[in-house]
C-alpha cells in the first residue's frame, strides 16, 4: 500500500497563490507517476495535473494550464502543486493521486492510489 497525505489547502482571495503538498509513505513512491485532481460540489473529480515518476514530464488541464505548477521531490517523497492566479472556480477539494504508469495519466480510473484530499476555497 502507498498512503498518500495532501496538506497546505484553506481560504484565499482571487488572484492569490497557494501550494498543496502531498507526502507519500509505504512503498517505493518513485516507482509511480502522480496526479493531482479535483471535485467541486456537485462535480466529477477531474483531472488538474501529473508528472512522471521521474519528475522529467508534466501535464495539464487547459484550465490551470500557465497558473499551476506540478513538482516532486523523490528524495522526500513528496509532490506538490503551486497555484497561482486562483480563480473562484479553482475551489474545489484537490486530491493527490498515484498511478504504477510512467506518465501520469489523465484518467482518474488509472490510478492506484489516493488521498483524502484537502479543502481549497477561493473567494472572489
Known amino acids: 500500500q502507498l498512503q498518500l497525505a495532501e496538506s497546505g489547502g484553506g481560504l484565499v482571495q482571487a488572484g492569490d497563490s497557494l501550494k498543496l503538498s502531498c507526502a507519500a509513505s509505504?512503498?517505493?513512491?518513485?516507482?509511480?507517476?502522480m496526479g493531482w485532481f479535483r471535485q467541486a460540489p456537485g462535480k466529477e473529480r477531474e483531472f488538474v495535473a501529473s508528472i512522471s515518476d521521474g519528475g522529467g514530464h508534466a501535464e495539464y488541464s487547459d484550465s490551470v494550464k500557465g497558473r499551476f505548477t506540478v513538482s516532486r521531490d523523490n528524495d522526500k517523497n513528496t509532490v506538490g502543486l503551486q497555484m497561482n492566479s486562483l480563480k473562484g472556480n479553482d475551489t474545489a477539494v484537490y486530491y493527490c493521486?498515484?498511478?504504477?504508469?510512467?506518465?501520469?495519466?489523465?484518467?482518474?480510473?488509472?490510478?492506484?492510489?489516493w488521498g483524502q484530499g484537502t479543502q481549497v476555497t477561493v473567494s472572489s
Open positions: 509505504g512503498r517505493t513512491f518513485r516507482n509511480y507517476a
Open positions: 493521486a498515484a498511478s504504477t504508469r510512467t506518465w501520469g495519466p489523465k484518467t482518474k480510473w488509472l490510478y492506484d492510489y
